[in-house]
Antibody
Framework: EVQLVESGGALVQPGGSLRLSCAAS????????MTWVRQAPGKGLEWVSA????????YYTDSVKGRFTVSRDNSKNTLYLQMNSLGAEDTALYYC?????????????WGQGTLVTVSS | EIVLTQSPGTLSLSPGERATLSCRAS???????LAWYQQKPGQAPRLLIY???SRATGIPDRFSGSGSGTDFTLTISRLEPEDFAVYYC??????????FGGGTKVEIK
């Protein structure tokens, strides 16, 4: 059974940093690209970042480029999102999601999310 | 960046009725790289449809997707009580950015 479990969300002050983790199980982690999607309170879904299965390629939405870094540890089956210079606009529930197949970017499994709140 | 516009924003229907949700793209979605997700309150999104018309594993056949180019539709043939939720379309053409539509809420009339 595929499971994705996010952690690391917290209340953080503007300008602060946070690292999110997503522990994966139930599939061959290194075979799949992984993605972070966020959802601000009461709002829709926003794609944030993705990383290839072999850890070679990374992608970001414009609003987080230079502030967020996605990474993965395939030996630990874990995905990460390092978030720096956080602002109120980054307040959201952050989901990790598994890309369904090689070369495609739709998501067949999602975690339950971890909440990031940026506030003073 | 491909912008996806979903309509209507809210659809008020009764159980047993047919729901038709629209997703319009600002430019052609090549290879029909369009997916639909369902999200219930307090839950993560669930994949319903990919490739515009292929049902994901375990999705009932009352859900169907259609369309091509810039116009796509998700149809729920007969609404069950558990189908009242928010639905999002998503395009995954080429490299990121990946984009989602703003969502359609299907509520009980």
């Amino acid at each position: 059974e595929v499971q994705l479990v996010e952690s690391g969300g917290a209340l953080v002050q503007p300008g602060g940093s946070l690292r999110l983790s997503c522990a994966a199980s139930g599939f061959i982690f290194t075979n799949y690209a992984m993605t972070w999607v966020r959802q601000a309170p009461g709002k829709g879904l926003e794609w944030v970042s993705a990383i290839s299965g072999d850890d070679v390629s990374t992608y970001y939405t414009d609003s987080v480029k230079g502030r967020f870094t996605v990474s993965r540890d395939n030996s630990k089956n874990t995905l990460y999102l390092q978030m720096n210079s956080l602002g109120a606009e980054d307040t959201a529930l952050y989901y990790c999601a598994k890309n369904a197949a090689s070369g495609t970017a739709f998501y067949d499994y999602w975690g339950q999310g971890t909440l990031v709140t940026v506030s003073s | 960046e491909i912008v996806l516009t979903q309509s209507p924003g809210t659809l008020s229907l009764s159980p047993g009725e047919r729901a038709t949700l629209s997703c319009r793209a600002s430019q052609s979605v090549s290879r029909n790289y369009l997916a639909w997700y369902q999200q219930k309150p307090g839950q993560a999104p669930r994949l319903l449809i990919y490739g515009a018309s292929s049902r994901a594993t375990g999705i009932p056949d009352r859900f169907s997707g259609s369309g091509s180019g810039t116009d796509f539709t998700l149809t729920i043939s007969r609404l069950e009580p558990e189908d009242f939720a928010v639905y999002y379309c998503q395009q995954y053409v080429g490299s990121p950015p990946i984009t989602f539509g703003g969502g359609t809420k299907v509520e009980i009339k």
